[in-house]
């Protein structure tokens, strides 16, 4: 935005609840979502999406939801991608029934499982690659253009690649969202949610997000619009360390499975290739016969927490955490063993990184 003022290198920051207002078409109002700093944001996150138009929320469920309840109503139906974020598989399981709403969670991430679970009454398919915490790709292509041949809403959940990773709106996908908690903030200091897209349907959620109230505060958009100024330097570093930490925890003798789409040998390393430029900053990994929650202890430098996307590394135990409620066996369906360790890999001197692995794989 302009410092139309004085001239500044930042954009104001514009707190007011309340602005003039004559004769004019519109008003100005935070939850009309149409405040200076709101615009300011929305255009460079629209522009990093190489997406027609955006908009800012409060989170990202906030963006979520403002999404899901602009597209269905009462006997509408959608089609999800197994392997989804926590909030958003809670938020299916526990907001649909009551407003008339059915939702299949299809058996894979493959286009073709998705096909079959279509309905005469889907109205909307929606993915998130790559998926928590086992990093499954998703062929953005192929399920964009499945969308179109059956005139469905396509919506992708780009929270883990990053715009500067992985921009689906090239590739078809009508909707973009992300929780801007995570790579976009990217200082664990800040909740936010973002939506690109068509503008056509941009439009037609901003009428309806208006009214769920989801808007984010300006100072809040201040500091995201700040974040989003570092973002390409930071993911491309976040990129380096976890490629290189990949290759390291999977030469290592005591880690039995590493799953990063970056690595050769996982299963979607080459869909992975063509529609990411880097892999991210995300992967996780089994130690042979070592509990997740035990190996964190071991761990000195990379803590045990949640969230992810800042620029410390983090890790969790995905089995006592965001997977803790589906109980043994529903863990077991999902793939998600006792072992595993999630990282969100930081920005830190990857000697140190590794430095810390070692020790705590080695430690008795
Ligand atoms: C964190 C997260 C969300 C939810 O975002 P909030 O900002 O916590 O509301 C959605 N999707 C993914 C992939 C996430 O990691």
């Known amino acids: 935005m302009k410092d139309e003022l004085k001239k500044g290198i930042n954009s104001p920051i514009y707190t007011s609840t309340s602005f003039e207002f004559i004769d004019q078409e519109d008003t100005v109002y935070?939850?009309?979502?149409?405040?200076?700093?709101?615009?300011?944001?929305?255009?460079?996150?629209?522009?990093?999406?190489?997406?027609?138009?955006?908009?800012?929320?409060?989170?990202?469920?906030?963006?979520?939801?403002?999404?899901?309840?602009?597209?269905?109503?009462?006997?509408?139906?959608?089609?999800?991608?197994?392997?989804?974020?926590?909030?958003?598989?809670?938020?299916?399981?526990?907001?649909?029934?009551?407003?008339?709403?059915?939702?299949?969670?299809?058996?894979?991430?493959?286009?073709?499982?998705?096909?079959?679970?279509?309905?005469?009454?889907?109205?909307?398919?929606?993915?998130?690659?790559?998926?928590?915490?086992?990093?499954?790709?998703?062929?953005?292509?192929?399920?964009?253009?499945?969308?179109?041949?059956?005139?469905?809403?396509?919506?992708?959940?780009?929270?883990?690649?990053?715009?500067?990773?992985?921009?689906?709106?090239?590739?078809?996908?009508?909707?973009?969202?992300?929780?801007?908690?995570?790579?976009?903030?990217?200082?664990?200091?800040?909740l936010a949610g973002a939506l690109a897209g068509r503008a056509g349907l941009m439009k037609e959620i901003h009428q309806t997000a208006l009214n769920f109230g989801g808007s984010l505060n300006a100072n809040t958009l201040y500091l995201l619009e700040r974040s989003l100024k570092t973002i390409h330097v930071r993911v491309e570093r976040i990129n380096d360390n976890a490629m290189e930490l990949a290759h390291f925890l999977d030469m290592h003798p005591r880690v039995a499975q590493v799953n990063y789409p970056g690595l050769p040998g996982h299963p979607g390393h080459e869909i992975a290739s063509r529609q990411m430029t880097g892999f991210g900053g995300m992967l996780s990994?089994?130690?042979?016969?070592?509990?997740?929650?035990?190996?964190?202890?071991?761990?000195?430098?990379?803590k045990p927490s949640m969230s992810l996307g800042g620029l410390e590394s983090i890790c969790s135990s995905p089995a006592h955490t965001s997977h803790r409620h589906l109980g043994p066996e529903g863990r077991k369906a999902e793939g998600i063993s006792e072992e595993l360790i999630r990282l969100s890999v930081g920005i830190e001197d990857v000697e140190d990184l590794k430095a810390d692995l070692e020790q705590a794989l080695t430690s008795p």
């Open 30 to 190: 935070p939850r009309y979502l149409n405040t200076p700093n709101e615009k300011a944001v929305a255009e460079k996150i629209a522009s990093l999406e190489n997406a027609e138009s955006a908009l800012v929320f409060s989170s990202g469920m906030a963006a979520i939801s403002s999404v899901l309840f602009t597209f269905l109503g009462q006997g509408d139906h959608a089609v999800f991608q197994k392997g989804l974020y926590g909030g958003t598989s809670h938020f299916l399981e526990k907001e649909f029934e009551r407003f008339g709403i059915t939702c299949t969670v299809a058996a894979s991430q493959r286009a073709e499982d998705m096909e079959a679970c279509i309905r005469e009454n889907t109205r909307l398919l929606y993915i998130e690659t790559p998926s928590n915490p086992l990093l499954s790709i998703t062929d953005i292509q192929a399920v964009a253009e499945l969308a179109q041949k059956r005139r469905l809403i396509s919506v992708i959940d780009n929270t883990f690649a990053s715009p500067v990773n992985q921009q689906p709106a090239g590739l078809g996908i009508d909707l973009v969202v992300h929780s801007a908690t995570k790579y976009m903030g990217g200082h664990s200091d800040i």
């Open 285 to 302: 990994f089994e130690v042979d016969g070592q509990e997740g929650i035990g190996f964190q202890k071991q761990l000195k430098l990379i």
